[in-house]
Protein backbone atom coordinates (compact mmCIF):
# COMPACT_ATOMS: atom_id res chain seq x y z
CA UNK A 1 0.00 0.00 0.00
CA UNK A 2 1.21 3.65 -0.71
CA UNK A 3 1.36 6.06 1.64
CA UNK A 4 0.54 9.60 0.91
CA UNK A 5 3.46 10.41 2.96
CA UNK A 6 6.98 11.23 2.20
CA UNK A 7 9.28 11.07 4.76
CA UNK A 8 12.58 10.98 3.41
CA UNK A 9 15.48 8.78 4.80
CA UNK A 10 17.19 12.49 6.19
CA UNK A 11 13.84 13.04 8.42
CA UNK A 12 14.08 9.75 10.30
CA UNK A 13 17.46 9.54 12.72
CA UNK A 14 18.92 5.63 12.27
CA UNK A 15 17.42 5.12 8.72
CA UNK A 16 18.20 3.21 7.58
CA UNK A 17 18.57 0.55 10.82
CA UNK A 18 19.84 -2.50 8.48
CA UNK A 19 23.59 -3.13 8.50
CA UNK A 20 26.23 -3.99 5.49
CA UNK A 21 26.02 -7.84 6.71
CA UNK A 22 22.25 -7.78 6.28
CA UNK A 23 23.19 -6.30 2.54
CA UNK A 24 25.80 -8.97 1.82
CA UNK A 25 23.02 -11.77 3.41
CA UNK A 26 20.55 -10.48 0.91
CA UNK A 27 22.25 -10.86 -2.04
CA UNK A 28 23.52 -14.03 -0.99
CA UNK A 29 20.18 -15.08 -0.56
CA UNK A 30 19.41 -14.54 -4.78
CA UNK A 31 21.48 -17.89 -5.09
CA UNK A 32 19.29 -20.01 -2.81
CA UNK A 33 16.45 -17.99 -3.65
CA UNK A 34 16.61 -19.51 -7.25
CA UNK A 35 17.57 -23.29 -6.54
CA UNK A 36 14.66 -23.63 -4.24
CA UNK A 37 11.89 -21.51 -6.72
CA UNK A 38 13.37 -24.31 -9.62
CA UNK A 39 13.32 -26.79 -7.24
CA UNK A 40 9.02 -25.71 -7.11
CA UNK A 41 8.46 -25.40 -10.25
CA UNK A 42 9.90 -28.61 -11.06
CA UNK A 43 7.84 -30.52 -8.45
CA UNK A 44 4.46 -28.54 -9.66
CA UNK A 45 5.21 -29.86 -13.18
CA UNK A 46 6.03 -33.25 -12.06
CA UNK A 47 3.14 -33.26 -9.75
CA UNK A 48 0.62 -32.14 -12.61
CA UNK A 49 2.34 -34.00 -15.30
CA UNK A 50 3.29 -30.98 -17.70
CA UNK A 51 5.58 -32.48 -20.04
CA UNK A 52 7.19 -28.79 -20.59
CA UNK A 53 5.98 -24.91 -20.15
CA UNK A 54 6.20 -22.67 -23.33
CA UNK A 55 9.69 -20.78 -22.49
CA UNK A 56 8.20 -17.90 -21.75
CA UNK A 57 6.21 -19.16 -19.05
CA UNK A 58 8.58 -21.44 -17.77
CA UNK A 59 11.40 -18.62 -17.32
CA UNK A 60 9.07 -16.04 -15.80
CA UNK A 61 7.65 -18.39 -13.69
CA UNK A 62 11.13 -19.01 -12.39
CA UNK A 63 11.83 -15.36 -11.74
CA UNK A 64 8.47 -14.90 -9.94
CA UNK A 65 9.00 -17.55 -7.77
CA UNK A 66 12.58 -16.44 -7.21
CA UNK A 67 11.61 -12.81 -6.50
CA UNK A 68 9.09 -13.81 -3.96
CA UNK A 69 11.46 -16.10 -1.97
CA UNK A 70 14.21 -13.38 -2.14
CA UNK A 71 11.88 -10.56 -0.85
CA UNK A 72 10.03 -12.95 1.70
CA UNK A 73 13.44 -13.63 2.84
CA UNK A 74 14.62 -9.65 3.31
CA UNK A 75 10.85 -9.05 4.99
CA UNK A 76 11.48 -11.91 7.38
CA UNK A 77 15.10 -10.38 8.64
CA UNK A 78 13.39 -7.09 9.10
CA UNK A 79 10.82 -8.47 10.64
CA UNK A 80 12.56 -10.62 12.93
CA UNK A 81 15.09 -9.03 13.55
CA UNK A 82 13.98 -5.26 13.23
CA UNK A 83 10.40 -5.58 14.26
CA UNK A 84 9.86 -3.51 10.76
CA UNK A 85 7.43 -3.58 8.26
CA UNK A 86 9.08 -4.10 4.83
CA UNK A 87 7.46 -1.66 2.68
CA UNK A 88 7.64 1.05 4.95
CA UNK A 89 11.20 0.42 5.20
CA UNK A 90 11.75 0.32 1.90
CA UNK A 91 10.38 3.70 1.70
CA UNK A 92 7.49 2.55 -0.48
CA UNK A 93 6.02 6.18 0.34
CA UNK A 94 4.84 9.17 -2.44
CA UNK A 95 1.66 11.00 -3.14
CA UNK A 96 0.20 9.68 -6.50
CA UNK A 97 1.27 13.07 -8.04
CA UNK A 98 4.73 12.56 -7.27
CA UNK A 99 4.72 8.28 -8.45
CA UNK A 100 2.86 10.02 -12.05
CA UNK A 101 4.93 12.81 -12.18
CA UNK A 102 8.28 10.18 -12.00
CA UNK A 103 6.21 7.67 -14.22
CA UNK A 104 5.93 10.01 -16.75
CA UNK A 105 9.19 10.45 -17.30
CA UNK A 106 10.10 6.88 -18.25
CA UNK A 107 9.47 6.98 -22.38
CA UNK A 108 11.84 10.34 -22.32
CA UNK A 109 14.80 8.65 -20.56
CA UNK A 110 14.51 5.78 -22.73
CA UNK A 111 14.60 7.98 -25.85
CA UNK A 112 17.57 9.81 -24.31
CA UNK A 113 18.95 6.33 -23.72
CA UNK A 114 18.11 5.39 -27.25
CA UNK A 115 20.11 8.59 -28.24
CA UNK A 116 23.33 8.06 -26.24
CA UNK A 117 23.25 4.42 -27.68
CA UNK A 118 23.77 5.87 -31.23
CA UNK A 119 26.37 8.04 -29.95
CA UNK A 120 28.06 5.33 -28.82
CA UNK A 121 27.48 3.54 -31.81
CA UNK A 122 26.21 0.51 -29.70
CA UNK A 123 26.34 -2.75 -31.62
CA UNK A 124 22.61 -4.27 -31.85
CA UNK A 125 22.58 -7.61 -29.85
CA UNK A 126 20.07 -9.76 -29.77
CA UNK A 127 19.30 -10.76 -25.93
CA UNK A 128 18.40 -14.29 -24.58
CA UNK A 129 14.89 -11.90 -23.57
CA UNK A 130 14.13 -10.70 -27.42
CA UNK A 131 14.26 -14.53 -28.47
CA UNK A 132 10.79 -15.00 -26.35
CA UNK A 133 9.21 -12.02 -28.18
CA UNK A 134 8.80 -14.27 -31.73
CA UNK A 135 5.32 -14.89 -30.42
CA UNK A 136 2.45 -12.22 -29.85
CA UNK A 137 2.10 -14.59 -26.99
CA UNK A 138 5.22 -14.41 -25.33
CA UNK A 139 5.58 -10.84 -26.18
CA UNK A 140 2.64 -10.04 -24.23
CA UNK A 141 4.09 -11.64 -20.96
CA UNK A 142 7.23 -10.77 -21.47
CA UNK A 143 5.68 -6.83 -21.37
CA UNK A 144 4.02 -7.16 -18.47
CA UNK A 145 6.65 -8.71 -16.05
CA UNK A 146 9.49 -6.22 -18.08
CA UNK A 147 6.76 -2.68 -17.00
CA UNK A 148 5.71 -4.60 -13.65
CA UNK A 149 7.25 -7.36 -11.43
CA UNK A 150 11.04 -6.64 -13.30
CA UNK A 151 11.23 -2.96 -12.05
CA UNK A 152 9.29 -3.68 -8.77
CA UNK A 153 12.47 -6.26 -7.43
CA UNK A 154 15.26 -4.36 -8.70
CA UNK A 155 13.75 -0.51 -7.61
CA UNK A 156 13.05 -2.57 -4.11
CA UNK A 157 17.02 -4.22 -4.32
CA UNK A 158 18.77 -1.43 -5.79
CA UNK A 159 17.07 1.83 -4.54
CA UNK A 160 15.30 0.86 -1.64
CA UNK A 161 17.57 -1.63 0.59
CA UNK A 162 21.13 -0.78 -1.20
CA UNK A 163 21.24 2.99 -1.95
CA UNK A 164 20.30 4.52 1.51
CA UNK A 165 22.67 2.31 3.42
CA UNK A 166 25.38 3.60 0.54
CA UNK A 167 24.19 7.10 1.00
CA UNK A 168 24.55 7.23 4.77
CA UNK A 169 27.74 5.79 4.27
CA UNK A 170 29.55 7.75 1.73
CA UNK A 171 26.94 10.97 0.33
CA UNK A 172 24.04 11.11 -2.39
CA UNK A 173 26.26 10.73 -5.03
CA UNK A 174 27.88 7.52 -4.34
CA UNK A 175 24.64 6.66 -3.04
CA UNK A 176 23.35 6.79 -6.31
CA UNK A 177 26.20 5.93 -9.02
CA UNK A 178 27.10 2.49 -6.70
CA UNK A 179 24.17 0.59 -6.60
CA UNK A 180 23.31 2.15 -10.41
CA UNK A 181 27.39 0.35 -11.70
CA UNK A 182 26.11 -2.81 -8.78
CA UNK A 183 22.32 -2.88 -11.41
CA UNK A 184 24.28 -2.79 -14.29
CA UNK A 185 26.69 -5.58 -13.91
CA UNK A 186 24.44 -8.80 -13.69
CA UNK A 187 23.27 -7.69 -17.54
CA UNK A 188 26.79 -7.95 -18.38
CA UNK A 189 26.19 -11.49 -19.87
CA UNK A 190 23.55 -11.05 -21.41
CA UNK A 191 25.07 -7.70 -23.32
CA UNK A 192 27.59 -10.25 -24.88
CA UNK A 193 29.61 -8.01 -21.93
CA UNK A 194 29.21 -5.47 -24.30
CA UNK A 195 30.65 -2.21 -21.95
CA UNK A 196 28.43 0.51 -24.83
CA UNK A 197 25.30 -1.63 -23.15
CA UNK A 198 26.64 -1.41 -19.70
CA UNK A 199 27.52 2.29 -19.89
CA UNK A 200 23.44 2.73 -21.36
CA UNK A 201 21.92 0.72 -18.45
CA UNK A 202 24.30 2.03 -15.67
CA UNK A 203 23.26 5.58 -16.95
CA UNK A 204 19.45 4.61 -16.43
CA UNK A 205 20.03 3.60 -13.16
CA UNK A 206 21.94 6.52 -12.64
CA UNK A 207 18.49 8.32 -13.42
CA UNK A 208 16.37 5.85 -11.32
CA UNK A 209 18.78 6.72 -8.46
CA UNK A 210 18.35 9.94 -8.37
CA UNK A 211 14.41 9.63 -8.55
CA UNK A 212 14.62 7.76 -5.60
CA UNK A 213 16.92 10.73 -3.99
CA UNK A 214 15.05 12.97 -5.01
CA UNK A 215 11.17 11.48 -4.87
CA UNK A 216 12.44 10.01 -1.35
CA UNK A 217 10.44 7.22 -2.46
CA UNK A 218 11.00 3.49 -3.82
CA UNK A 219 7.49 3.64 -5.70
CA UNK A 220 8.35 6.44 -7.45
CA UNK A 221 11.52 4.79 -8.94
CA UNK A 222 9.51 1.91 -9.72
CA UNK A 223 7.08 3.54 -11.89
CA UNK A 224 9.96 5.75 -13.72
CA UNK A 225 11.44 2.35 -14.41
CA UNK A 226 8.75 0.32 -15.41
CA UNK A 227 7.81 3.27 -18.15
CA UNK A 228 11.05 3.26 -18.96
CA UNK A 229 10.98 -0.49 -19.95
CA UNK A 230 7.56 -0.75 -21.03
CA UNK A 231 8.67 2.28 -24.11
CA UNK A 232 11.18 -0.36 -25.27
CA UNK A 233 8.71 -3.27 -25.08
CA UNK A 234 6.60 -1.43 -27.14
CA UNK A 235 8.85 -0.37 -29.71
CA UNK A 236 9.94 -3.67 -30.28
CA UNK A 237 6.27 -4.75 -30.67
CA UNK A 238 5.64 -1.77 -33.36
CA UNK A 239 8.86 -2.00 -35.40
CA UNK A 240 10.51 -4.88 -34.58
CA UNK A 241 13.92 -4.20 -32.99
CA UNK A 242 14.41 -1.68 -29.93
CA UNK A 243 17.26 1.15 -29.31
CA UNK A 244 20.26 -0.24 -27.75
CA UNK A 245 20.47 -1.55 -25.04
Do not use: C
Not at 100 to 115: D, H, K, N, R, S
Not at 129 to 153: H, K, N, W
Amino acid sequence: MIETSQPGPAAERGYPFWTYLDVLLFFLAMLPSGVLAYGSLWAVKRISGAAAWPKAVDLLSLQFVTYLLWFLALSALFKLKYDRDFWQSLRWNASVDAIGTWTMLGPALAFAVGLAGSALDTPKIRTPMEELLDERTSLVLVGVFASTLGPLSEELAFRGFLQPIVTRSLGPVAGIVIPAALFAVPHLPQYAWSWRHITLIGLAGVAFGWARFRSGSTAAATGFHATYNLTFVLLYAFRGDTFPP
